[in-house]
């Protein structure tokens, strides 16, 4: 009894002064660091379980609070990028490293850290780094307006810089170089990922990038260019499309075509596959409302139009249109106090902050015109375009990617990935077999933009992670460390669905997401929730 007490108490004494040893040692080795060009701001340790606030966090970026999800080091750090710009980046050093180090991207306009992922880094071991991408905050545009180097971090270099000086400061921290460096990065971050992996491709050893945003500034633009096609900005218009309207027809489409892929659970697992007429939502056929339904002829159009791929002044096709059944809403918007209304800001941001530089541009007047210029001038990179899709170097480094991109993203259609696959592929003069070699794409029925959605979505892109799916099968991070360490590349994820999207909650279903151009198909036999019923197949038509 006695020696079980006092073990306990030493147990305990060792606990507190390895603590006390790591919260020295994080201050201490700090205080110590030699980073070029890097300008320290404060070091903090903290313990798993708590919760920090995040003074000085630009109001456009959503997180105010952190969860600290390991006991660990904070190093809060700004590194110029030039003699007039500089980065602002964090590293959460877990005293249990894995010797590896995990850099994180940005969404939207970038300028915000993506501390949910640092989270999900740092519980797994890594020593993972989050940027600002040059900027603060991630609506504005003074932070670009005549700062062409702040411009070019948000291109292209803001990652490299996170690379380079994550891996030096690790090192450094530790003792040992990290064994192994990988990215991960969704939309925004997908492309900063990519554009990584042409322009400086010894960064990483492996890198995620969920529904990258290549092509950015035709990305942000065929949102407006969309909505111009059914009457915006004048929501009087005898052809323009209400928000209710399309929300009504996307809903009823899904529920039309559910069973076509084989299987009725809210799913369409390919709707760039559908052909739909948009004449059966036209007033009169019965399908929808007489407030819901298209009206006249114009409308119908309308609504056509809005899903059809971008072209450029010529006619020629740029960029893919989003399949019918995927909800636009956020493009197609009604008034707001009277008056035309575009709630993405980006378009506006980019350019008056970096195109036509000055803050009296208005989305209002945005033509193809505008975005060809833009496309043209392609300041920073910040476009990242298929031509750009240059991985010859990084295949040769021996990098590995996985890519995921849901079947459902109303802001990045998916085909999108699917075309940038291919050029990559085309770029190189590569065979699928040499792609699958080093660079993966699965599709994610009934994901929408990067998360949430009816289908088997989650895949550790959110925080928190849950232990019941923490392995190379359902994690994203684990399955790349898996390809790049131990040589196992993924034939499939395994997706899960919570109830209510709460990982603490139960799981709905789970789904095997098969490696582009596979994909899964039901058995025919088992229970559709469960993994095991799904098998990677071919496509066939339907
Ligand atoms: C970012 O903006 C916030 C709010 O305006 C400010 O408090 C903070 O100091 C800024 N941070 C940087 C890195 O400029
Ligand atoms: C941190 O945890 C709280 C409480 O569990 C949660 O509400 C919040 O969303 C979490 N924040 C992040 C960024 O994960
Ligand atoms: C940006 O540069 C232009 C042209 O040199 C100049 O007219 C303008 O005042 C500058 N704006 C800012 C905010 O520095
Ligand atoms: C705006 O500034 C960018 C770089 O900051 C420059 O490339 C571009 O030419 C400028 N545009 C105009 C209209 O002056
Ligand atoms: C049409 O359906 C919508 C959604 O169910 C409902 O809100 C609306 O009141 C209906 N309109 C008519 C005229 O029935
Ligand atoms: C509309 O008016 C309300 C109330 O005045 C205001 O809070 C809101 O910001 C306005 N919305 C827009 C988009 O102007
Ligand atoms: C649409 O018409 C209404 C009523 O006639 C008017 O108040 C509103 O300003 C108009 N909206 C636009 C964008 O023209
Ligand atoms: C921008 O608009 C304001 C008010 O509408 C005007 O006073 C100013 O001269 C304009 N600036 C430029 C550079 O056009
Ligand atoms: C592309 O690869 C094929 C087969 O490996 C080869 O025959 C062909 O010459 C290559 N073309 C170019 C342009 O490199
Ligand atoms: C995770 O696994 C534990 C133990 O097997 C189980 O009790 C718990 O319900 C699981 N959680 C979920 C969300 O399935
Ligand atoms: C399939 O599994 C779910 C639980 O995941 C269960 O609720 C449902 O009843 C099962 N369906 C069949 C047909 O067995």
């Not at 989050?130 to 504005?140: A, D, F, L, Q």
């Not at 590349?489 to 899960?496: E, F, I, N, Q, R």
């Amino acid at each position: 009894m006695l020696t079980k007490r006092l073990f306990f108490l030493f147990a305990f004494v060792d606990a507190i002064s390895a603590s006390t040893r790591a919260h020295q040692s994080c201050h201490e080795t700090a205080a110590k660091l030699q980073l070029a060009s890097t300008t320290i701001l404060f070091t903090s340790y903290h313990q798993k379980g708590e919760s920090i606030p995040l003074p000085g966090t630009a109001a456009s970026c959503s997180n105010t609070l952190a969860n600290i999800t390991a006991n660990l080091c904070r190093v809060v750090f700004d590194t110029a990028s030039s003699s007039s710009s500089s980065i602002r980046m964090e590293a959460w050093l877990p005293d249990e490293w894995n010797g590896r180090f995990l850099a994180t991207g940005g969404g939207g306009l970038g300028g915000c850290i993506d501390y949910p992922t640092v989270q999900n880094g740092a519980s797994l071991g890594f020593a993972t780094f989050g940027t600002n991408g040059g900027h603060n905050g991630s609506v504005g545009f003074d932070f670009f307006l005549n700062k062409s180097e702040s411009i070019i971090d948000f291109g292209h270099r803001a990652i490299h810089i996170e690379a380079e000086v994550g891996k030096a400061l690790s090192m450094q921290y530790y003792g040992s170089s990290p064994r192994f460096s990988y990215y991960v990065g969704c939309s925004t971050g997908g492309r900063q990922g990519l554009s990584t992996a042409t322009h400086y491709p010894n960064d990483f050893d492996g890198m995620v990038v969920g529904a990258p945003g290549v092509e950015w500034i035709r990305i942000v633009t065929q949102w407006y260019l969309m909505a111009q096609r059914f009457g915006w900005p004048n929501t009087n218009a005898s052809e323009y499309v209400s928000f209710e309207q399309f929300q009504a027809i996307a809903s009823k489409i899904v529920e039309l075509y559910d069973e076509v892929d084989g299987v009725k659970d809210g799913i369409l697992d390919n709707p760039s596959h559908l052909h739909v007429d948009p004449q059966l939502f036209a007033c009169g056929t019965g399908i929808l409302n007489s407030s819901l339904c298209l009206k006249n002829a114009q409308q119908v159009r309308s609504f056509r139009l809005a899903y059809q791929p971008m072209v450029d002044l010529e006619g020629n096709f740029v960029y893919p249109g989003f399949p019918f059944g995927v909800d636009v809403t956020s493009f197609a918007q009604n008034e707001v106090n009277g008056s035309a209304f575009f709630p993405v800001t980006q378009v506006r941001d980019y350019f008056r902050g970096i195109v036509y530089n000055g803050s009296n541009w208005s989305d209002l007047s945005l033509t193809a015109a505008d975005v060809e210029y833009a496309v043209k001038l392609n300041a920073g990179l910040t476009n990242t375009g298929i031509s750009e899709a240059q991985l010859g170097k990084f295949r040769e480094a021996g990098g590995k990617i996985i890519s995921f991109h849901g079947r459902a993203d109303q802001k990045v259609p998916s085909e999108l990935s699917e075309w940038y696959y291919n050029g990559a592929m085309a770029n190189i003069n590569a065979t699928l077999d040499d792609m699958h070699d080093f660079y993966r794409l699965f599709f994610i029925p009934g994901m929408a933009h990067c998360r949430t959605g009816p289908g088997a979505w989650n895949v550790g892109q959110v925080a928190p992670l849950d232990p019941n799916t923490t392995d190379a099968e359902h994690n994203t991070i684990l399955a790349i460390q898996n390809w790049v360490e131990q040589g196992h590349a993924p034939d499939y994820l395994v997706g899960t669905k919570y109830q209510g999207d709460l990982v603490s909650s139960t799981i709905k279903s789970q789904r095997k997401h098969c490696v582009y151009p596979l994909r899964s198909k039901w058995d025919g036999v088992g229970n559709t929730t469960d993994s095991s019923s799904w098998n990677c197949v071919a496509w066939d038509k339907y």
